[in-house]
DNA sequence: GGCCCTCTTTAGGGCCTT
């Protein structure tokens, strides 16, 4: 199967987001909303720093542009190639070849002087990329059910900052009316199974990695839910995860925001998104709207919570080894 | 399923994810 990529150069603006109280901080966006079509998104990105880290002049506009297959499960061509499609054609040949993509796996090695940095208390913005992900499933068991949707958002920005494609699962997908993903929209011939995918990912991810630096993979519920379903969905083809790649949950982080007394109601997602005032932002259980979402709330939590990149690192990311795999106990 | 909380730890219930 080819697993047909293509650009898709969004412009979505987000509405400003209120206190900004703080400068120098990341996601000092100004966005204003407007929509230009079905799939046509473009948001103005800004400094990536974190709070509480001088990241320095980032007044450059970040223009993203996006890495996708098409969502809506449409047969349609690319109209765009470049070097990136063309590094996604030749893993997915190498994929069909036989790739071990532990070839694609980054050396723990390099990552090495980020702690040392971090020690040292040194500005480590420009060492660590932040990525916001999500997943959509065909139910909550990462042993009996399956990733029919993949979205994220590299907090940097710049080309190809997000990367989004729906996943065939080769299985009746019974919870259409949760994301309304169908059958027949992970049918199309353009959309790729998991044994496709899965370099692809691990090659963009790389890709947005920098040198020496580190990766870090947020997902709301992603320690319980999201890192536990790839790690799984990884195993069941023969990989596993880079072990060098972190991982943020930003539940615990609502949790210490909701016990602080700031009237949160809950940790939810929806809730922590009406709490900070962010609009919707297409449909909820996307992906990429989620994803979308998840990064504002992010910007919200360090911001409430005082949070910096180091102190996240240190205190708030895991790797994917940290999960207990209970596969032996299970059959699909 | 992992995490947190409590009327707990030799346990049970609720939250959060699709």
Redesign the pocket.
């Given at each position: 199967m080819r697993a047909a990529m293509c650009f898709s150069f969004s412009h979505f603006q987000l509405p400003r987001i209120q206190n900004h109280t703080f400068s120098g901080s990341l996601w000092k966006r100004v966005h204003n909303s407007s929509i230009k079509g079905e799939n046509s998104y473009r948001f103005q990105l800004l400094s990536p720093s974190i709070y509480g880290l001088q990241g320095g002049q980032h007044s450059r506009r970040w223009s993203r542009k996006s890495l996708s297959t098409n969502t809506e499960g449409k047969n349609t061509l690319s109209r765009k190639t470049n070097n990136i499609s063309q590094k996604i054609s030749d893993v997915t040949n190498l994929t069909h070849s036989g790739l071990n993509t532990s070839r694609l796996e980054i050396s723990g090695s390099e990552s090495v002087h980020i702690e040392q940095k971090i020690t040292e208390n040194k500005d480590i913005s420009k060492l660590v990329t932040v990525i916001i992900f999500?997943?959509?499933?065909t139910?909550?068991s990462r042993y009996n059910d399956r990733v029919i949707e993949i979205a994220m958002q590299d907090l940097s920005g710049g080309e190809n900052s997000t990367f989004e494609t729906l996943v065939n699962p080769l299985k009746r997908i019974w919870?259409t009316s949760?994301?309304n993903i169908s059958d027949d929209m992970v049918k199309s011939p353009t959309v790729p199974r998991m044994k496709e995918l899965i370099p692809i990912l691990v090659q963009y991810i790389q890709s947005r990695q920098k040198p020496g630096g580190r990766v870090i993979l947020v997902a709301?519920?992603g320690?319980?839910?999201d890192v536990?379903f790839l790690k799984e969905e990884f195993r069941r083809h023969s990989c596993e995860l880079p072990s060098n790649w972190l991982f943020l949950d930003t539940?615990?982080l609502a949790?210490k925001l909701l016990?602080s007394g700031v009237g949160l109601e809950?940790?939810?997602?929806?809730?922590l998104r009406e709490y900070y005032g962010i609009p919707e932002m297409g449909a909820e259980?996307r992906a990429m709207a989620?994803v979308n979402v998840l990064a504002l709330v992010l910007q919200g939590l360090t911001r409430d919570l005082k949070l910096t990149l180091p102190s996240l690192l240190e205190n708030h990311t895991f790797k994917s080894s940290?999960?207990?795999n209970?596969s032996k106990k299970?059959k699909d």
């Open positions: 999500d997943i959509e499933t139910g909550f919870n949760i994301h709301h519920n320690k319980s839910f536990p539940v615990p949790r016990k809950n940790m939810r997602l929806a809730t259980h989620d940290d999960i207990v209970n299970k």
